[in-house]
Every structure is written in C-alpha cells, then in structure tokens.
C-alpha cells in the first residue's frame, strides 16, 4: 500500500495527492511518471510525477477527474492507500543549460511542466513559461510557475485571467518579435500540443512535447502506447513520453486516445440508458 | 494393455466458447491410476532425456500408480517448482513424452497429464509442504522477473539456502503465466497458488519493481548487497508488421489483447476496470501458440467469426497440436497461405478490414521451411474490425540499455553461456531472454542450470575472500 498523505482541491475536477513512495521518490526525475492501480480490479493508469520530496520520501500527483478510474481516485482522502504504484517509467527530460526556454502548459499539463520549468531553471536557463486554462477557475500552479519562471504569461480562453486567447498567441508574438527561443516544452490536450508545433515548425525551434497515449504495463510489453514519430513506431512508455514535436503524428495520436471512450460511457452507464452524459 | 493414452476429460467445445472456465478438467484418481499402469518403468527411462528439469518420472509415475500421491508430488517437487503449470501447458509431445517408449508402438503415456494430476490432487488437499530449508544464509541474490526462468531460478536458490529477492515490474508476479496464456488453459489461481509455494520456501517478491528505473543492475550488486543477480526478464517486447494501418484503433498486438483480458481481467468489465474492445469479427494474425490463445479469447469475448491468418501451410504453424484442435473445435477459421498487406480503416480511425494476399510455398529458406511467396493479383479483402498482432515478440531492452558490459546479440538477446553466465562477472541470465520466445520448461531447465552456476559463484567468491 501507498499511503496519500495529503490531499488538495487545486481547481474543479483537479485534485493533488502526495503519496508515500520513498524508492521512486528518490530516483525519479522530471519528465517520467508512474503508474498507479487503486484495487485489486482496478485499471492501471498511467500519471506525470508533478513534484517529488526526496527527504520526505513522497511524489505529488496532479490529476483531472475525466473517467472512470481517475474519478474514483478522486474520491480517496488522505490516509487512504493506492495498491501499486510502479515508477519512475519513462525518459527523464533532457535537461541543459539551452538559453532561453519557453515552457508551456495547457490545463492539466501544467502539473507535468513544473518540474521541468524548474530544472531548466535551475540549470541556468532563462525561463518563460506561457500557461493557460479554459477559465480562472480551472487555472492551477499559478504561484509555483511563477517562482521558477523568469516571466509567466497567463491566458484564458475567455479572459477571466491574464489575456484573453491561447497559449500560442503569447508564443507566436515572441517569435515575431525576434526574441531567440532555443527549446520550447509544450505539454497540454493533444490539440494544443499540435498547434505550438505548428507554431514553432516554421522557424525550426526545438520544440519538445509529452506524449499521453493509452498505456497497460509501462515496460515497452503491450505495444499500446505506440505512436509514429517521425513515421517510426514508437513506444511512448520506454522511447518517450518526450518526443520532438515536429515528428509527432498528433492526428493518429488523437484517434487512437478515442479508443475506449465511447465504449466506457456506454458499459459503465447501463448500456447508455441512464443519459447521465458522462 | 492399451495402446492410447486414457482421454483427458474436456469441456464441450460448443460450451467452453463461450465461457473462461478450464478446457482441460483433469484425470480422476482412478484413471490417473489406470494411465500410470501403462508405465514401463524402464530401466533407462528414455523419457527423462527430454525433461529439461530432470524429473525422474517413472519414480513419481509409480507412486501414482500405487496410489501414493503425496509421493507422487513430492518427487516432482524436488526437480519442479511449478508442476500444475508445466502439467497443463509445457509441449510434452516434443518433450518427455516424444521419448517414451510407449510412444514406438502406440501413444506414449501421459506425463503431463500425470504431472498435472499429482500438483493438483495436492492442491485440493491444501498440503502443505515441508521442506526443510538450510538453517545458514549462503548468500544473497536478485532475481529480475517472475516469469519460469526467474521463478525456477529463486526456488532453487531458496532451497540451497540463499536469500532471494525477486523484483517484477508488473503488479503480479508469473509472467506470461499470468499475462499472456489464458485462464481457460491456466488458471490464475493455480499460478498464485505455485507462488505462494515459493514465498513459503522464504523467497520474496517484490512486484511494481523495474530494473533498470527503480534499480540497475549495478547498484542491485555495488549498493544493495546482493552477491549474483539473474535476469530472467522474458521476450516481451511485441513486434508488428510494419504494414499501413497498424495505428488504427482495433489493432492489438496479441500482448497487449491478452494482458487486458488475463492480467486485467477484461472479460468481467465493467466489474472491474479494465476494457478491451472486440469487433463481431476478429483477424488473429501468426499461427503460434499465442495466436492460438487470442483468437480463442476473442470468441470467448463474443467475436462471432475468428479467423487465424497465417502465410504458410498447417504443417508450419509452430502451435502445440493440441492447441490447434481445440482451436478449431471451437471453431475458429483458418486462413492459411495468406498474408495481411494492409489494415483498412473507416473514416473514424476504426478498423474495418484487412487486405490479404494468398501466398504459395516456394524454394526452403534459411529456417528449413518452404518460403511463402505472394501470388500476384490474389488481394481481396476479409472484412474484421478488430486485429490481433501475434507474429512474435522480441527482448525488452530496459535492462540491458542500464547495465555497462552486458552483452547482448544483434537481436538485442543477452549472451549466456549454458549455464548461465553473461559477459559480466556475477550477473547471470535465462529463459527467453536469452533464447528469444521459447517454452515454460526451456525457460525453467535454463533457471535451474543458472541456479547451479551462481550456487557455484557465489561460493567461491566467499572461499576467495
Ligand atoms: C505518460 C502519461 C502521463 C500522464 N499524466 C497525467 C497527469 O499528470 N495528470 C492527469 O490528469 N492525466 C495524466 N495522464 C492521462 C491519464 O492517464 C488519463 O486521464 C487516465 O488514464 C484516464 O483514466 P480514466 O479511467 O479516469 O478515464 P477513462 O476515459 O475512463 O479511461 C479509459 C481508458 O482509456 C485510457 N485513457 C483515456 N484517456 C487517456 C489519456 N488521455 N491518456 C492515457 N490514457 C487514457 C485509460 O487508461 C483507460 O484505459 C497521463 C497519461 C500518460 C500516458
Ligand atoms: C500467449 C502465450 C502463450 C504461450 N503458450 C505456451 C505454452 O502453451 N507452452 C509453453 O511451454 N510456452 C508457452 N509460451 C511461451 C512461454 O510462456 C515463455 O517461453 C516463458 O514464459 C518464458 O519465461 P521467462 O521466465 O523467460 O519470461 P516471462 O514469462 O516473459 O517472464 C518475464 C518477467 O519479467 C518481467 N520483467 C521484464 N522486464 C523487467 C524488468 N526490467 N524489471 C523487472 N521485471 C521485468 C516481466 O514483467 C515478466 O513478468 C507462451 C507465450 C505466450 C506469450
Ligand atoms: S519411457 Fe515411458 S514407459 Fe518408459 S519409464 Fe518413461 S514414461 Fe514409463
Ligand atoms: S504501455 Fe505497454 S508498451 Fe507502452
């Protein structure tokens, strides 16, 4: 058992735990995840690492309640324990000193990027980070973005916080205004990672993103993680998660995330007769 | 005396399609009796040759024809961890059986089904074991997956009186005895149940571990005290075909299919929470056994037609006999000399046929078998909307991308020699891994060799010092 030790609200359907998994609390790095199993029938499903306290042996969790198993984790509290947890999986991000990062993170994805923002921080990197939500409400590590970002530029979709528009709108005008961008880390919806792709693809700018397809075991076993990058097959659980956006076939990416989702609503929801719409 | 085997009681083929329940139900003790009488005793036991574990099987055939299935279990215990296993699932045809002496006039007699009687009369007795384990800690050693090979391998060890630690990335340990081979052939239960054995023995297992990520090799040996390591890490890396549509969604590889439906009991969702999802038509891709267990999973899953699509001839497939009649009973429907060229999809990314071409057997290749060539213009399409990869598997690098001064083949297999040892001093390496996809008793006979030869390393490390 992996104790939550604590629990957090971060904004509407996105909660924080921190767990106590001392092993994978001192080895992992930004940019690798793990994946978690909540019982004995549950499913496993695979998490970004948002934060890890080496000495007090915990890895914090940030996750949004879209389905079934991400829902019932929500309903954990603090003391209650997760049955597996296996990590840290995955490629740590290649971390140097670039220049200058631009780090974005769209909803969720901001949890991934934050350590990554800090690491290229801390690595000597000067750090613009470009974070946005649909709403102010749904905006979350705002405080901590800011604290290991050079600038932080906000936006929502409906400009209830900073400026009204996308990610990529900041991002573009940086570019027309000539500024030197060595490496930018985009992680959020598939969509957005796509559109900072071909925000950056013009003007050949290393563009790095991090990759959530479906995934069983982690190991490079099942094959089910597989994405074409750069028309190669790859296994995002062991070649990845990270990947040069310019290679990534997002489109074959997003088809094959649809893969359950009509299939659980309906199972789970008595054959769709309960139009509970979930 | 009779001349054939006595018949293994089944599940009627029109039933079990439908169902997960075991095909196999096992000989009664009478007819256990009746099959061990057939036993010769020889007095050079021809059939031992081909046991890669060294069971002396006449010794445990006779108790069972006297009756004595304590003794029975006990002496295939001795050489065999894991017997309710191999009794169901090893090839016996090509293995001891192949060498029985009954086997020159008639059938040879039943090993395996002898075998899997004496595990499981033990089991339904819940006996206990009592074996008496070496009062002395020898030494301590890791074992990296608990497949066959590291199972075997941490058994052994246990027994001489070492310290073992297994470490086993998934979240149950057995292998592909829990993930790939299906409930209806292997009951998961049975597998715990081996475990559970050798957890008594004193052996720990400590699962959602992944060498490599929570520890390398390295710091197993420099840092957590451990004098030898084996690695046992299996062929589970699966291998597709590279052939336009392979990304749509409704393509599985068999791996991915069958760890859905075995390790994460899909066949119960939504009771649990799992999915997997199978069209009214299912294209299983290879001949092997593999193939064989997913395209008879699919038709437990409700798949009305079954199609196995295989480019050579029914004399190729690698499938055990026996997994091939049952497959066919079943009614799954084989099309042979045909080869996919493209999975076709609607405009949703779903999968809604496959493209074949027929094949014809042409001049011997390098495997000895007659090369399939395609027949110019014979394209048509057979209309699925799910397909299984099982055209094989290869090593999983996570290891051995981790471990400095490990060698590895061009295929990406570790290099050992028989008895084990690898290029690197006190790491040691078997089963699949080393011999690319094999079978469970090739696996465990590579386990106990490996088991022999650390035994033998650490001992003289010790002495050395
Ligand atoms: C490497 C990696 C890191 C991730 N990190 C985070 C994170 O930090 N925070 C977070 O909120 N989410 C993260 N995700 C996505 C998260 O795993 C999914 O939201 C979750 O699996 C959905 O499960 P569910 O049962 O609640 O949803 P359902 O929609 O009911 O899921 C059904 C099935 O589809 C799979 N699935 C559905 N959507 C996704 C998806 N987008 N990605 C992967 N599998 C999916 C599930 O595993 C399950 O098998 C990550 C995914 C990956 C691959
Ligand atoms: C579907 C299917 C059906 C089969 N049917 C038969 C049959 O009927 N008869 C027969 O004899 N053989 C059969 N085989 C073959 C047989 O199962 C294998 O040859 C045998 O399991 C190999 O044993 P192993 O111990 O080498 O590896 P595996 O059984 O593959 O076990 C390896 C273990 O190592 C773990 N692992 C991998 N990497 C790591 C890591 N880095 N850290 C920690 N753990 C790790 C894996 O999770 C796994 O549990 C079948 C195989 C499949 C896939
Ligand atoms: S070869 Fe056959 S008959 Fe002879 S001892 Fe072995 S099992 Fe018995
Ligand atoms: S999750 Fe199974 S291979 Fe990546």
């Not at chain 1, 049955?83 to 971390?95: E, F, N, Q, R, Y």
């Not at chain 1, 013009?202 to 479906?214: D, E, F, G, K």
């Not at chain 2, 079990?16 to 096992?26: C, D, Q, W």
């Not at chain 2, 068999?254 to 799992?274: D, S």
Request: aromatic fraction near 6%.
């Amino acid at each position: 058992m992996y104790e939550i030790v604590k629990k957090e609200v971060l904004s509407p359907g996105v909660l924080l735990f921190d767990v106590a998994a001392p092993l994978i609390a001192k080895k992992c790095q930004p940019g690798q995840f793990v994946i978690l199993r909540i019982d004995e029938d549950g499913e496993r499903i695979p998490l970004t690492i948002a934060d890890f306290d080496r000495e007090a042996g915990t890895i914090t969790l940030i996750f949004q309640e879209v389905g079934h198993t991400t829902r019932q984790l929500g309903t954990l509290n603090k003391g209650d324990g997760l049955l597996d947890l296996v990590g840290p999986l995955g490629k740590a991000t290649h971390i140097d000193k670039f220049g200058t990062v631009v780090c974005v993170g769209g909803g969720i994805g901001v949890a991934p990027v934050y350590p990554i923002a800090r690491a290229y921080k801390q690595a000597g990197n000067k750090v613009v980070s470009i974070i946005g939500a649909r709403n102010a409400d749904l905006l979350i590590l705002e405080k901590e973005m800011a604290a290991v970002s050079d600038e932080l530029i906000i936006t929502t979709d409906d400009g209830s916080k900073g400026r009204k528009g996308l990610v990529i709108h900041p991002l573009q005008e940086m570019i027309d205004a000539g500024e030197k961008i060595d490496v930018v880390m985009a992680i959020g919806p598939v969509i957005m990672m796509r559109s900072v792709a071909d925000v950056t693809r013009p003007y050949n700018i290393h563009t790095v993103v991090s990759l959530n397809p479906i995934m069983v075991d982690g190991t490079g076993m099942c094959g089910g993680c597989r994405v074409s990058v750069g028309e190669k097959n790859k296994f995002a659980c062991v070649d990845g998660p990270e990947f040069d956006a310019h290679q990534v076939d997002f489109n074959g990416l997003m088809a094959r995330q649809r893969m359950y989702h009509d299939h659980e609503k309906m199972e789970r929801c008595g054959g769709g007769s309960c139009k509970c719409n979930k | 005396m009779q001349q054939v085997k006595h018949k293994m009681p089944e599940q009627a083929a029109e039933e079990r399609r439908r169902n997960f329940n075991e095909v196999a139900l096992g000989y009664e003790a009478e007819t256990a009796r009746a099959e061990a009488a057939r036993c010769l005793q020889c007095k050079t036991a021809p059939c031992r040759q081909g046991c890669p574990v060294e069971v002396d099987i006449p010794k445990f055939i006779k108790h069972v024809k006297d009756g004595d299935f304590d003794a029975a279990i006990d002496e295939i215990k001795t050489k065999n961890n894991l017997p309710a296993v191999c009794g169901r699932v090893c090839p016996q045809e090509d293995q001891c059986e192949k060498f029985c002496i009954m086997g020159k006039k008639g059938e040879p007699v039943g090993i395996g089904r002898l075998e899997r009687f004496a595990a499981d009369c033990a089991m339904a007795k819940e006996r206990e074991e009592s074996a008496a384990l070496p009062a002395e800690v020898l030494g301590k050693v890791a074992v990296i997956g608990a497949g066959p090979a590291g199972l075997t391998t941490a058994g052994d060890l246990a027994r001489l009186g070492y310290k073992v630690t297994v470490f086993e990335a998934l979240h149950a340990p057995g292998g592909v005895l829990m993930y790939g081979i299906p409930e209806f052939r292997l009951p998961k239960a049975i597998v715990q149940r081996e475990i559970a054995a050798l957890r008594k023995l004193g052996v720990d297992i400590q699962v959602n571990a992944v060498i490599g990520k929570s520890y390398t090799i390295d710091e197993l040996l420099n840092e957590e005290g451990f004098d030898a390591v084996f690695i046992g890490t299996g062929a589970g890396l699966p291998h597709f075909m590279d052939i336009p549509g392979e990304n749509l969604n409704g393509v599985y590889s068999a791996n991915e299919f069958l760890t859905r439906v075995n390790l994460m009991k899909a066949y119960k969702f939504p009771q649990t929470g799992t999915p997997v999802r199978v069209g009214n038509r299912v294209a299983v891709i290879g001949a092997g056994n593999v193939a064989m267990d997913s395209a008879r999973t699919a038709l437990r899953l409700g798949a009305e037609k079954v199609y196995i699509v295989y480019r050579r001839s029914e004399d190729e497939m690698p499938a055990r006999h026996e997994e091939l009649e049952h497959a066919k009973e079943e009614g799954v429907e084989f099309r042979l000399l045909t080869a996919p060229v493209r999975v076709l999809g609607d405009d949703k990314g779903w999968v809604k046929g496959i493209e074949c071409i027929k094949m014809e057997l042409g001049e011997p290749d390098e495997s000895g078998r007659r090369k399939p060539v395609p027949v110019e213009g014979s394209n048509y399409v057979l209309e699925v909307e799910t397909v299984v990869m099982a055209i094989g598997q290869g090593p999983n690098p996570l290891v051995q991308d981790t471990t400095p001064g490990l060698a590895v083949n061009k295929r990406g297999n570790i290099v050992a020699d028989e008895a084990g040892a690898t290029s690197k001093a006190g790491v040691f390496a078997g089963g699949d891994i080393v011999t690319g996809a094999a079978t469970v008793i090739l696996a465990m006979g590579a386990g106990k060799k490996a088991a022999a030869k650390i035994h033998e390393y650490v001992q003289n490390k010790k002495a050395a010092r």
